[in-house]
């Protein structure tokens, strides 16, 4: 079962908060990235059902830009003003693998920075420097 990328993004955030390793929306981004090319990795489907789509900073899915572009460039240290795509009571469960998926790419990427991983996003070869064509 793939889910709604700001669902797999928003598990990431409150990760964050409780551990006080706060993302930002670029880390976010490239964290839900590297997550999905786990799942597809291990499972062999899709751990969201979006694109991502080729930015200059690397993948982005735009669901989960709109959903949390209103943090900017800041650390996300709470989500008071975090407004998900879809609503509470119809939010789907996550299955054990997704919970797989999340929680090894936390504890592999958390100390990280959003730049280095922009970067690893940008290496020769990669889906992105294959798909992104500057302006």
């Known amino acids: 079962m793939a889910y709604p990328a700001s669902l797999i993004a928003y598990a990431f955030v409150k990760k964050g908060i409780i551990e006080g390793k ?70 789907p469960r996550l299955n054990e693998e997704a919970y797989d998926a999340i929680n090894y790419t936390w504890a592999v990427l958390k100390d990280l920075s959003a730049m280095t991983l922009s970067t690893w996003t940008h290496l020769a070869g990669s889906p992105w420097s294959k798909t992104y064509v500057s302006d």
């Open 22 to 91: 706060f993302v930002t929306q670029m880390k976010l981004q490239k964290l839900v990235y590297f997550a999905q090319g786990y799942h597809l990795v291990k499972y062999g489907k899709p751990l969201i059902n979006e694109r991502f789509e080729a930015w200059k900073y690397g993948p982005v899915v735009p669901e989960i830009y709109e959903d949390f572009k209103l943090y900017g460039s800041k650390e996300i240290v709470d989500t008071d003003e975090y407004f998900p795509s879809f609503d509470d009571d119809k939010r």
